[in-house]
């Protein structure tokens, strides 16, 4: 399997993961819902780099790599790449809190997390598969 048909599979599995966000967050469970919001952005970032010929780093946060990859992605994209690097940055510092809670102060993830927690998270992981969406769709090759 190409890298471009690898790419091509994240957004389904990355949408699929939002959906499950999205129930997860539509029954209360806002934890969890921030922390599948984190993995869809993950997905689909990995498959921006994978679309442009980058090699994924086995990495959470991905943003430092679309930054150097920016001349590799149509202007429309490497537009956008701050704001999406931003949203992979503070989701991933999220990723374990979200799951595990605060180990120092023994608290469990569900007290850590409010619904507007997950709405941010939500929201934000919509913004970047859509932006994932409209790159797959325009696709012609590295920059």
Same mark, same amino acid.
């Given at each position: 399997?190409?890298?471009?048909?690898?790419?091509?599979?994240?957004?389904?599995? $990355?949408?699929?993961?939002?959906?499950?966000?999205?129930?997860?967050?539509?029954?209360?469970?806002?934890?969890?819902a %921030?922390?599948?919001?984190?993995?869809?952005?993950?997905?689909?970032?990995?498959? $921006?780099?994978?679309?442009a010929? %980058?090699?994924?780093?086995?990495?959470?946060? %991905?943003?430092?790599?679309?930054?150097?990859?920016?001349?590799?992605?149509?202007?429309?994209?490497?537009?956008?790449?701050?704001?999406? $690097?931003?949203?992979?940055?503070?989701?991933?510092?999220?990723?374990?809190?979200?799951?595990?809670?605060?180990?120092?102060?023994?608290?469990?993830?569900?007290?850590?997390?409010?619904?507007?927690?997950?709405? %941010?998270?939500?929201?934000?992981?919509?913004?970047v598969?859509?932006?994932?969406?409209?790159?797959?769709?325009?696709?012609?090759?590295?920059?």
């Open positions: 399997m190409s890298g471009e048909e690898i790419a091509r599979s994240h957004i389904g599995l $990355a949408a699929e993961i939002l959906r499950e966000a999205r129930s997860l967050g539509g029954r209360g469970l806002w934890h969890l %921030v922390r599948r919001a984190q993995e869809a952005v993950e997905l689909a970032l990995k498959g $921006a780099l994978r679309l010929g %980058v090699e994924v780093p086995h990495v959470h946060d %991905v943003g430092i790599f679309l930054k150097e990859a920016g001349g590799r992605f149509p202007e429309s994209f490497a537009q956008e790449i701050e704001r999406l $690097a931003s949203i992979s940055r503070r989701l991933r510092a999220e990723r374990e809190l979200s799951l595990y809670g605060d180990e120092e102060t023994e608290t469990p993830p569900e007290r850590l997390y409010s619904e507007e927690d997950a709405r %941010v998270a939500l929201a934000d992981a919509e913004e598969l859509g932006r994932y969406r409209e790159l797959l769709d325009g696709w012609n090759g590295p920059g």
